[in-house]
Structure formats: C-alpha cells, structure tokens
C-alpha cells in the first residue's frame, strides 16, 4: 500500500482543492465498479435473488411467528420444568 510522504501522487491530491479531490475519490470508486468480474456481479445478483426470497418467504409466514415476549415465555417455561 502506499503511504503518504511516499510517492508523490498523495502529495499532489492532497494539495487539489476539495473539489477536485471529490471528482478524483469519485472517479476512482467507480474505476472499482468497473473491474468487477463477471462472477462478482453474478454473485451479487444471486445474493439479491436469495434475499427477495426470504423476504417473500418471511412475510408468507408472519401469520405463523408468535410475538418475542410469548416466545420468551415458552423458552423460560421449558427451563423451569
């Protein structure tokens, strides 16, 4: 990694107006954007399929979840006996 007082490309940006520094930060995040793998992105839209999934999945079955305060109680009865 390069660490500033090294190479003089932090020096130079460090001296940009804030500006530039902005639209410099913001053309190299997306730089990032760009290099993503074909498998990266294919990943990411498999994560993005499973959590529509769960949530579709959740929701079908709130009418069967019971309230945290009725479940806590069962776990608390069950250790008493």
Known sequence: MIQPGENNIW???LEMSREDRVQLATLLI???D???SDDEQ???QEWLTELKRRIESSDQE???SIPWAEARRMIQ???LE
């Open 62 to 64: 709130a009418e069967k």
């Open 42 to 44: 294919e990943i990411h």
């Open 34 to 36: 760009e290099d993503d």
């Open 77 to 79: 009865e069950d250790d």
């Open 11 to 13: 020096k130079t940006a």
């Open 30 to 32: 997306e730089s990032l």
